[in-house]
């Protein structure tokens, strides 16, 4: 039996999903197993997958099911010990599962309750590597506390954590769209586990225009109902409770603008009835409204003005 088990959703990732094979076969750390779940590919995802390497196996949904839903059908065929995650448009470095599993386990000997190892990643854009890393933005050095992760989400997707905490916790939420993997370090630092963060970047994450984290509207949403699942749990302190309810606030904000710069007259309704909320969010976060709006409001007056002349 493997230690580690790298599961990977992937749908339509025929142009990414050889380099995060590879990326996984190159490990300094061999002890590990890879599977991949096929998400109802209208590509050759799942073929170049089974190709690879008989220690990858390949999961196959026949029906679209999102990428909460296929991680959780490649959790149900892993055995290993650890989970290790990684997006199909994403590569590990060579070193990433001997440092991550290094720190658990020396985490572990010194008594820690420990929920899951993170790390630094590079950012891989269509003009390079950028000389600003993922905890450059997210603003994540030493100690993660459960009030610092609901503020703002700073965990890249790349992390390792024991597999039988989903027996305690529950196993992806399929409500949740892209955020799925915020929503289980909430529920697993909320139960007072610890976070681990390897400050290196051990990862390169990937930004194209087809990722799923590039839609403002759809990560709004998905951080909503992940801080309404984590107030409704009522397992948060009154500090944690606070934070989430602020954050709460903010995304159900961001939704609405972000929907309404899509252009639909109706989204365009409901945020003119959503101004004093909009309002609100908008004084808590002044720095940030001010910049985030000002491109959105263009994006509005612009679809307003094109309904208006048709």
């Known amino acids: ?42 590509d050759d995802t799942a073929s170049i997958a089974e190709a690879f390497d008989p220690r990858v196996t390949v999961v196959r949904s026949e029906r679209n099911v999102g990428p909460a839903g296929a991680r959780n059908l490649a959790l149900a065929h892993a055995q290993g010990e650890l ?37 630094n990643a590079h950012i891989l ?54 955020a799925e993997d915020f929503d289980l370090w909430i529920r697993i630092m909320e139960r007072g586990y610890r976070a681990v963060v390897t400050p290196e970047p051990l990862v390169v994450y990937r930004r194209w225009s087809g990722a799923l984290s590039t839609s403002q509207a759809t990560m709004a949403r998905s951080d909503r109902i992940a801080y309404e699942k984590a107030l409704a749990r009522g397992l948060l302190g009154s500090r944690a409770a606070r934070i989430a309810r602020s954050r709460l606030r903010h995304s159900r904000a961001v939704e609405m603008v972000a929907t309404a710069s899509s252009g639909s007259r109706s989204a365009r309704r409901r945020l003119v009835m959503s101004l004093p909320l909009i309002l609100r969010v908008a004084l808590e976060n002044p720095r940030y409204w001010l910049t985030w709006t000002r491109g959105a409001a263009v994006r509005i007056l612009k679809g307003s003005r094109r309904e208006y002349a048709g």
């Open 1 to 42: 039996m493997p230690r580690v088990s790298v599961i990977t959703p992937a749908r339509d990732c025929e142009p990414f999903i050889g380099e995060a094979l590879k990326s996984v076969a190159d490990q300094t750390y061999d002890d590990w197993e890879m599977i991949v779940a096929d998400d109802a590919s209208t």
């Open 83 to 119: 989970v290790a995650l990684l997006d199909a448009d994403d590569y590990l470095l060579p070193s990433f599962l001997e440092r991550q599993v290094g720190a658990y386990d020396r985490a572990c000997e010194a008594g820690d309750r420990v929920g899951f190892v993170t790390c």
């Open 125 to 178: 854009t269509a003009a390079g590597t950028s000389n600003v890393t993922y905890h450059d933005i997210h603003g994540l050095s030493g100690e993660l506390s459960l009030e610092r992760l609901l503020k703002r989400n700073p965990v890249f997707v790349s992390s390792l954590f024991p597999r039988e905490l989903l027996g305690e916790v529950g196993p992806f939420d399929v409500d949740i769209f892209g």
